[in-house]
């Protein structure tokens, strides 16, 4: 069971918009830690996606943004595209337990 | 560009101590903007953080690990490792070395992981 808890699965169609929700608690995303994302592709290492939340690193599309509000974040994709499916991690810290992940979800573009 | 390679062995019997290594090249360990980290990643599971170092030696450790948990790093070297000690099928993972940005608390840059298998 993961501190932070996200969707096993969402999918889309080629060019529709998904999120990917990532709900933890006070002593996480609600004590004001920031929310990272990262994609992962099948048999490959982990890349940042999104960083405090909202920020983009160089060379990501802007069709991936991030959200914070309360205990929650999200991550949104907009103009799905295959190349987009992948598995999705956000991350955070907590209070108690330090480094946090969600459990990932697996998005499926139909 | 700053790239990490982690090595070790792909087997370890259970009860024994796993050791991992994480190379750093194209850059120094040596800055106070980093800690240095480990990741693991079970089969078709998901992410789980091990614990991290700074290069002068401060370490912080996921509290479910830290009793059989020791990190360490070599400047000299550039490199840190990992010793994960009395384990059982368990800790059978891919395990990560990733480079923590001290000031956003993201991991920007991933090893290409190891697999490490616990088995008799």
């Known amino acids: 069971q993961s501190v932070l808890t996200q969707p096993p699965s969402v999918s889309g169609t080629p060019g529709q918009r998904v999120t990917i929700s990532c709900t933890g608690s006070s002593s996480n995303i609600g004590a004001g830690y920031d929310v990272h994302w990262y994609k992962q592709l099948p048999g490959t290492d982990p890349t940042l996606l999104i960083y405090d939340n909202h920020n983009r690193p160089s060379g990501v599309p802007d069709r991936f943004s991030g959200s914070k509000s309360g205990t929650s974040a999200s991550l949104a994709i907009t103009g799905l595209q295959a190349e987009d499916e992948a598995d999705y991690y956000c991350?955070?810290?907590?209070?108690?337990?330090?480094?946090?992940f969600g459990g990932g979800t697996k998005l499926t573009v139909l | 560009q700053l790239q990490l390679q982690e090595s070790g062995p792909g087997l370890v019997k259970p009860s024994e101590t796993l050791p991992l290594t994480c190379n750093v090249s194209?850059?120094?360990?040596?800055?106070?903007?980093?800690?240095w980290s480990w990741i693991r990643q079970p089969p078709g599971k998901g992410l789980e953080w091990i614990g991290s170092i700074s290069y002068s030696g401060s370490t912080d450790y996921n509290p479910s690990l830290r009793s059989r948990v020791t990190i360490s790093v070599d400047t000299s070297k550039n490199h840190f490792s990992l010793k994960l000690s009395s384990v059982t099928a368990a800790d059978t993972a891919v395990y990560y070395c990733?480079?923590?940005?001290?000031?956003?608390?993201?991991?920007?840059?991933w090893g290409q992981g190891t697999m490490v298998t616990v088995s008799s």
């Open positions: 991350h955070s810290h907590d209070s108690r337990l330090r480094g946090v």
């Open positions: 990733a480079r923590h940005i001290t000031a956003i608390g993201a991991f920007d840059i």
């Open positions: 194209g850059g120094s360990i040596n800055s106070i903007s980093y800690y």
